[in-house]
């Protein structure tokens, strides 16, 4: 049996700013139905990559293919469609301050379907339930809400348009642990119930040891590891090393071996 086609291509990309080069040849493939990481240090470029990735900033070299759409050279309204088969959230949540939870997540289902509005409003129940949030909570506004509860309305919304691949920047940034580790469940769940693909960019170390089935780790340009996180951990680099001290020191990272 032929493996499934990635998700995600990513070949050759380079990225200058003036004679600043962050990225010089970055390449990996994601498959679908998997939870991939990508990880570095400050000025690595990761938030650039994931902006290159869903057609926000152009690279200067090489080329970037979702679901099967080159990002940078096909038509702008194949892009468009397929910007409709994504979701995304940005570190903060991004929420409309002026908008209820319930009328953000609205949004996309305002923009790009004609379902009517009693649809609409079974659906944004639906994703909020998804999210895991109360329905009650839809009729609260952004500035109401906990970190975490703006985190995971930021979802509901990501998820409006019922996506293949969710794209993650810092997702538990700013939470407190127990309210990062229950969201870090909720997307693994995302990933095993529902077949979603996603891709995040974290520097969260707890959300690297439980829930991801692949680590990518950028690093001098380009990529410095691609595997298991217990494959990334003996790769024999002084940042990887630093990186992961603390974490190996008391036993090192478990093996997601089980699946879950």
């Not at 970190?147 to 920047?169: C, Q, T």
């Amino acid at each position: 049996m032929n493996a499934p086609a990635p998700v995600i291509e990513v070949d050759g990309i380079v990225t200058r700013f003036d004679h600043v080069t962050v990225h010089d040849g970055v390449s990996f493939k994601v498959e679908p139905g998997t939870l991939v990481a990508l990880i570095g240090g400050s000025g690595t470029g990761k938030s650039v990559l994931l902006r290159e990735i869903i057609g926000l900033h152009r690279p200067t070299e090489g080329t970037v293919h979702v679901l099967g759409t080159d990002m940078w050279r096909a038509p702008a309204a194949e892009v468009a469609g397929i910007r409709r088969r994504f979701g995304m959230t940005f570190q903060d949540g991004a929420l409309f301050s002026s908008l209820s939870v319930a009328q953000n997540v609205a949004v996309p289902l305002a923009e790009h379907t004609h379902v009517s509005h009693a649809l609409r409003d079974h659906l944004v129940r639906l994703r909020l339930a998804q999210a895991g949030l109360p329905a009650d909570v839809g009729a609260m506004m952004p500035s109401e809400l906990s970190g975490g509860m703006r985190k995971r309305a930021a979802l509901a919304r990501a998820l409006a348009l019922e996506p293949e691949i969710l794209f993650l920047d810092e997702p538990t940034s700013g939470l407190d642990p127990t309210t990062a580790r229950s969201f870090d469940a909720l997307v693994r769940s995302l990933v095993d119930n529902l077949g979603i693909t996603v891709f995040l960019v974290t520097h969260d170390l707890d959300t690297l040891l439980t829930v991801v089935d692949r680590l990518i780790v950028l690093a001098e340009g380009r990529v410095l590891a691609d595997g298991t996180v217990s494959d990334v951990v003996n790769v024999d680099h002084s940042w990887i090393r630093s990186y992961f001290a603390i974490r190996t020191m008391v036993g090192g990272p478990p093996n997601r071996s089980d699946g879950s």
